[in-house]
């Protein structure tokens, strides 16, 4: 039975990926979520999960080194997945030092210490032994001309704290590689979407404010275009880069759905008014009339655009939700999880939200 560590769990990604994974694999692998629980991470995410035998939290912090060299000694780790990082750009404005801290020094003791318990007395790692970083494809910063798209040999140039710290932790990852031959791979994907999205990001940001009739921010002209994937086609993609991908290798991730930051809000105000019943009072609080343009966020990258054609050609890997679908679904979540979004949004959030829009 293969054991895998998975950073970040209780974040949005990491929580869908192990709700994935189990759907998946059942009782045929160990899942250990280390977590250090910020604002981002939620026990809630992992209700269903928290019970099973195959399953174990630990409440630790990736920079604390101790911290993680214990858990690799308690435990034969097999595989790592590191998702756990400071995620939100505007944050990262704002003060970047804790992103420097988390996803750099975090990556760096991640592996580390899945180097030190790996390591053969030869120089070498035993078969099976792999660590998957995960990353953005904000890493190569932001495209300008449509047709025009990211691949895995694009330079690097990230513009935001957040891509800028990213960027440092896959060049890590890559000097591991070139320097140990360390099992690992990078997969750099697309703006996500679906359940347990914490409403700092558009799309559920958008849907918590349009339900309650609040103005609807958006940064800019609106025109920024982002290529989103629903967040089980990234679980789905990071599993079969763990399986089949060639190690050393870095693969991007995305679907081939750009759309405009407005696009978006109008998608999410039409599919609101669609699927609420005419009896919901909602209904009456969601309009067109609530989007405010606001001023922009600073250095705003314009366009991000996947070209999926390495994941597609070597692993097979093809996303299966389309857009509207998974917007509904997003949606339909929310709708049967207003207690999760009730939770998420009182006390700091509303600290959050007056200090990052109060001039906006
Ligand atoms: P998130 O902010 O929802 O979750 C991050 C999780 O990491 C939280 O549970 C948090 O508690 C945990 N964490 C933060 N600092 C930690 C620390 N020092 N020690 C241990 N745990 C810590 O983020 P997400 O959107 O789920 O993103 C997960 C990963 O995927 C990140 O590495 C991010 O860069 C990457 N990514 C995200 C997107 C996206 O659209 N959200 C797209 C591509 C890649
Ligand atoms: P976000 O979800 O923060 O993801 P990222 O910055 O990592 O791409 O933002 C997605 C896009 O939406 C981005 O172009 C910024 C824009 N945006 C708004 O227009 N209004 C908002 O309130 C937020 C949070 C984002």
Same mark, same amino acid.
């Given at each position: 039975m293969k054991t895998y560590l998975v950073?970040? #769990?209780? #974040?949005f990604i990491g929580s869908n990926y192990i709700h994935y994974m189990f759907r998946k694999y059942g009782d045929s692998i160990r899942i250990i979520n280390v977590d250090v629980l910020t604002y981002a991470g939620n026990l809630e995410n992992l209700r269903d999960v928290e019970n099973r035998e195959n399953y174990m939290f630990i409440r630790a912090d990736i920079t604390d080194k101790e911290a993680i060299q214990k858990i690799f000694a308690e435990h034969e780790i097999d595989r790592v997945v590191h998702f756990a990082a400071e995620s939100h750009v505007d944050r990262s404005i704002k003060n970047p030092e804790v992103f420097v801290k988390t996803n750099v020094l975090g990556t760096a003791v991640m592996l580390n210490c899945a180097k030190a318990a790996w390591e053969q007395p030869d120089g070498t790692f035993a078969e099976g032994k792999r660590f998957l970083h995960v990353s953005t494809d904000e890493v190569y910063g932001s495209l300008e001309e449509e047709g025009t798209y990211f691949y895995e040999t694009t330079p690097y140039a990230p513009h935001s704290p957040y891509s800028a710290s990213k960027a440092s932790s896959d060049m890590l990852v890559k000097s591991y590689i070139d320097t140990y031959h360390f099992p690992a791979n990078i997969t750099n994907c697309s703006n996500n979407y679906g359940p347990y999205q914490f409403p700092e990001k558009l799309i559920p940001l958008i849907i918590n404010n349009a339900l309650q009739g609040k103005t609807l921010p958006v940064y800019g002209d609106g025109k920024n275009v982002r290529d989103w994937l629903y967040v089980d086609d990234h679980a789905k993609g990071i599993d079969m880069v763990m399986e089949k991908g060639r190690l050393g290798e870095t693969y991007n991730i995305g679907g081939h759905n750009e759309k405009q930051n407005i696009e978006i809000v109008t998608i999410i105000i039409d599919t609101l008014l669609e699927m609420l019943p005419k009896s919901d009072p909602r209904r009456e609080l969601v309009s067109r009339d609530l989007i405010t343009y606001v001023e922009d966020r600073k250095g705003h990258d314009r366009r991000y655009a996947i070209a999926p054609d390495k994941i597609r050609a070597e692993i097979g890997w093809e996303p299966e939700t389309m857009f509207a679908e998974g917007i509904r679904k997003t949606i339909q979540w929310f709708f049967e999880h207003e207690e999760w979004m009730k939770n998420v949004t009182s006390g700091d959030y509303q600290k959050y939200y007056e200090d990052m829009y109060q001039n906006r």
């Open positions: 950073t970040g #769990g209780a #974040g």
